[in-house]
């Protein structure tokens, strides 16, 4: 398995960024979002480092290898939470996130299939099944900061340093983080997991 890539980026393709790791090339497919903003994630020593998700497509008589890329593990855990929806594998999957994942989100949760069907390769079935099965599970993604996204480590820590450290990835300011998760819990005490908070942080901000 290979959890993540740190190298050049010496090509790029449709949909796809060639990298250079010690002199071994590695193709590593990439959907718009990600694409539009890779430039900006390189690093002082010139490298990228991108999070991946490792897919073996097996034919009758053989298997081709294939690595997807995001810019954090945020976004590729909401990759794989959209290639959960039945008939969408990852290559498709890759092809239709060419918006960012925060709108995407906020229209799976909004159940705004008029947007979903913009995506390519998506129609309006395959937008009722992307609601039916995701809306209400992504709510945390709509408050990813797709202009600004920095590739950190999510730290293990308690329910409510969980959530600070996941609204600090998506580059809240941490006292701005703290205001939002203190007004969450004022308003909803019984709230129980990280996944409940955010939840919560991000209705709030639909609301404002």
Avoid: W
């Avoid at 390519?120 to 995701?134: E, M, T």
């Avoid at 703290?178 to 129980?192: G, N």
């Amino acid at each position: 398995m290979i959890a993540r890539i740190r190298g050049n980026i010496v090509e790029k393709k449709e949909n796809a960024v060639v990298i250079n790791v010690s002199g071994i090339f590695y193709e590593v497919m990439v959907p718009c979002s990600v694409m539009e903003r890779i430039d900006g994630m390189v690093d002082a020593e010139g490298l990228v480092t991108l999070s991946t998700y490792y897919y073996l497509q097996m034919n009758p008589s053989s298997g081709t290898a294939h690595l997807f890329g995001f810019l954090n593990e945020l976004e590729k855990d909401f990759f794989l939470q959209f290639i959960s929806v039945s008939g969408i594998g990852p290559k498709a999957a890759i092809r239709a996130l060419d918006r960012s994942i925060a709108d995407i989100a906020r229209a799976i949760d909004q159940g705004d299939a008029a947007f979903l069907k913009t995506l390519p390769g998506i129609g309006q079935q395959k937008a009722k099944d992307i609601i039916a099965k995701l809306q209400g599970k992504v709510s945390r993604f709509g408050l990813i900061k797709d202009h600004a996204l920095k590739a950190q480590a999510t730290a293990a820590v308690p329910f409510r340093d969980e959530a600070l450290a996941v609204l600090v990835q998506l580059q809240y300011k941490k006292a701005e983080a703290e205001e939002m998760i203190d007004k969450a819990l004022s308003r909803q005490p019984t709230l129980a997991t990280v996944e409940e908070l955010l939840n919560e942080i991000y209705k709030q901000k639909v609301m404002a």
